[in-house]
């Protein structure tokens, strides 16, 4: 007692002014920005489970599809991600989906995350005003980083200076894959509107002038915003952020993606190479460790931008070894 | 959220933004009083802007009938409900003539209701479906009506409508640019003139949802969201028409019924534009009460009733009516510049002329004279001269019939 006593005489006011400046972060962590909340200490702190990304030899299909790529996925362990409303930058929104499965897998050559989550309905259409896609997006902090509770690196879209990677799956993509010129057009949606837009050349509608204007006055097209653009040859956009609002396309895209609506539930496969030219891409070493986060889009409960079902941590990745190292 | 000041509403309000005001701010005055709803705005609009794909539902530019008409169907009605019952209660007892012309605002805007019912997004706001859009002219020329009237007499109309023209109001406290989550929405410093970025949208539609004029609109098409871009190339004088002068857009260079003056709000007494709104205040914003600071104003329909005038135009309403029905000899000459030119006037000049009419209106006095009117372009040359009786040309006896 005495002891003690005399540790708080020695150390009180170090003490205090711990408790004091402590206080002091909360106070600004708490006033970030307009519309925006501070992050709690947990937070920053990575999740425990490791998803291990099993080495696999996967015998590349000549079509990319999740049946054809399932088997692969069969030995590797996954691992439950939790997933909640987003809830610090405006606007704030989500919560429909409260968790997701993710296994992955490499070759030495692609890395192959599959995710898996139940979602009633499939929402696979924004032409519609009132419609809104499913999508899901993996995030990975740029660079080899290490993530620890010290050294705070923002598990919500990155921050500044600490800039991360995504890969956003969007389910209208993939239909568009599908569908002649791969952009499902205002028919596939409204078939039996009327509309000027003949492009048959034989027929007497036929105004080659009109059709030959829709890529100048359709403004995504001409500022070539890749959402707008027809014949993306993907289901998934690679892009940057350094914290909310700053998510930008990147110039040269790299990732894409596969998919099947079964039971009410989604099975994203994204892919890409391990390694690849664009010093905006994250790069994966086998036997190497890398961090991952996620969220996901539930279409039928509008979720669109920051209003979106998220995981709140960093999940650490471990790389197996290939087989030859 | 920061405090910014809201001159139509007379006080400071909340907004996600500092106060930063553009240089000069595009604006425009409609006259309601002389509109015939001919929708040629409409189509000179569509067709240099919105003819495209994925557009057929977009009208930049509309003229719906009030009360009953609305493009998205009842716009106005759902986004007053979200505010809130007491969203026209105004302190008129205290006025500023820069800071409150109109007097305060006592309610909440889009922003502060957003704010205090802790919806964790900027502004109040709902999406419209694609059927609201569909029909841009529904409740066409229909009346309200009090059956038991025989006939209508000023000052308010029994049986009633007004053409509403509606654009993009390029606010100074916009809510589209507020919503946007990616700041892909900016207002030029040069001339207040809001537009989205093409290459930064990402089709959320949170502009559509919290803009409370709703005239942001999603092209299925692109996936992303367009506007009315004000047509700046014209204003920025690119058009070889005016040979480099600032130009007045589609919408306002087709108006048949002359009822649209367009320029830009700024200090100088002597902008007709300027004159209209802030010293003769007989020209007042759509819905202050949103919070905006929308940029295009109306002189309110004389036989409308004040009490639905008063909730879509403020309080000023009785001033501005007054004040059009019995106009003043300045009054008269500036709106005889209407649809003179499609060159922006950035200034006027009134010459004396002599008197050529007497009359008593609704109990005053009205005089009128037949002065003319100059308008100036932004370099000082006069572009349009006028006077307040139209000229009467009488072609020669010979010519009668000839076409």
Redo the contacts between chains.
């Keep these: 007692m005495k002891r003690s006593y005399k540790l708080v005489k020695r150390f009180g006011l170090a003490l205090l002014s711990c408790a004091l400046l402590s206080s002091a972060t909360a106070v600004y962590a708490e006033e970030t920005a307009p519309g925006v909340k501070g992050m709690s200490e947990e937070e920053f702190t990575p999740a425990k489970e490791v998803l291990t990304v099993k080495y696999v030899d996967v015998k590349k299909p000549y079509h990319m599809d999740v049946d054809s790529l399932k088997g692969s996925f069969q030995d590797a362990t996954g691992i439950t991600v939790p997933l909640q409303m987003q809830d610090k930058a405006f606007p704030n929104g989500g919560g429909s989906i409260q968790g997701a499965e993710v296994k992955a897998i490499h070759d030495g050559i692609t890395i192959y995350f599959q995710i898996t989550w139940n979602d009633p309905t499939r929402n696979a259409q924004a032409i519609a005003i009132q419609e809104y896609r499913d999508a899901v997006a993996l995030m990975f902090p740029l660079g080899a980083v290490e993530i620890t509770p010290a050294e705070h690196f923002s598990p919500r879209m990155g921050d500044r200076e600490k800039p991360v990677n995504l890969w956003h799956w969007k389910s209208d993509w993939e239909a568009d894959l599908l569908v002649k010129g791969e952009l499902e057009d205002v028919e596939e949606r409204y078939p039996n509107m009327h509309d000027d837009f003949n492009t048959n050349p034989y027929s007497p509608y036929y105004h080659r002038d009109l059709i030959t204007s829709i890529a100048v006055l359709s403004g995504g097209r001409a500022a070539d915003n890749l959402i707008s653009r027809p014949g993306r040859g993907r289901t998934v956009e690679d892009l940057n952020a350094e914290g909310f609002g700053t998510l930008t396309t990147q110039e040269h895209q790299d990732v894409n993606g596969c998919s099947k609506f079964e039971d009410g539930a989604w099975t994203v496969i994204i892919y890409r190479s391990l390694i690849t030219q664009d010093p905006h891409d994250v790069q994966f070493v086998p036997g190497g460790k890398t961090f991952f986060n996620m969220a996901v889009w539930n279409g039928a409960e509008q979720d669109r931008n920051g209003q979106k079902n998220i995981s709140t941590q960093w999940h650490p990745a471990v790389l197996e070894k290939v087989a030859w190292q | ?2 405090l910014v000041h809201n001159w139509h509403l007379g006080r400071r309000m909340e907004y ?1 933004y500092f106060e930063s005001r553009p240089k000069r701010q595009f604006a425009a005055v409609f006259n309601i009083n002389r509109c015939i709803a001919c929708q040629t705005c409409t189509m000179a609009c569509k067709s240099a ?1 919105t ?4 557009q ?1 539902f977009m009208w930049w530019n509309n003229v719906e009938t009030k009360p009953y008409g609305g493009y998205p169907q009842s716009w106005d009605v759902k986004t007053l409900r979200l505010i809130d019952s007491d969203n026209n209660v105004w302190y008129t007892d205290d006025k500023d003539e820069k800071l409150s012309p109109y007097g305060v605002y006592e309610g909440d805007t889009i922003f502060e209701t957003a704010a205090r019912k802790n919806l ?3 502004a109040v706001g709902y ?4 059927k609201e ?1 569909r029909a841009p002219n529904f409740g066409e020329d229909v009346a309200v009506s009090k059956k038991q009237d025989e006939f209508s007499t000023l000052p308010e109309h029994s049986r009633w409508f007004f053409y509403l023209q509606r654009l993009c109001n390029h606010c100074t406290y916009p809510g589209c640019l507020a ?1 946007c ?3 892909a929405i900016y207002k030029r410093k040069e001339d207040g003139i809001v537009l ?4 930064r ?6 502009c ?1 949802e919290q803009c409370p004029y709703k005239k942001p ?8 969201s ?1 506007k009315c871009i004000a047509c700046y190339p014209r204003i920025e004088g690119k058009d070889p028409l005016t040979e480099g002068r600032p130009m007045e857009t589609r919408c306002m260079a087709a108006c048949v019924g002359q009822i649209r003056l367009q320029g830009f709000l700024d200090d100088n007494p002597k902008n007709p534009v300027t004159w209209l709104i802030r010293h003769a205040k007989v020209a007042l914003p759509l819905y202050p009460q949103f919070g905006t600071e929308p940029n295009i104003y109306y002189i309110p329909p004389r036989w409308a009733p004040r009490s639905y005038l008063k909730q879509m135009f403020g309080p000023g309403v009785d001033e501005a009516i007054d004040k059009f029905m019995v106009p003043s000899r300045e009054l008269l000459a500036v709106m005889s510049l209407f649809r003179m030119t499609q060159s922006i006037i950035f200034e006027y000049a009134i010459e004396q002329g002599p008197k050529v009419f007497e009359t008593v209106i609704h109990g005053k006095k009205f005089e009128m004279f037949n002065d003319t009117v100059i308008g100036y372009g932004e370099d000082g040359k006069e572009i349009v001269r006028t006077t307040v009786e139209e000229p009467i040309h009488v072609r020669d006896p010979k010519h009668y019939n000839s076409i």
């Design positions: 959220m920061t996600p802007w003819y495209n794909k994925g057929e964790n997004q900027w999406v419209p479906e694609d859009w919503a989550p990616r700041k989205i970025d093409q290459k949208c990402r089709g959320y539609r949170k559509v609109m999603y092209r299925g098409l692109t996936r992303i367009e």
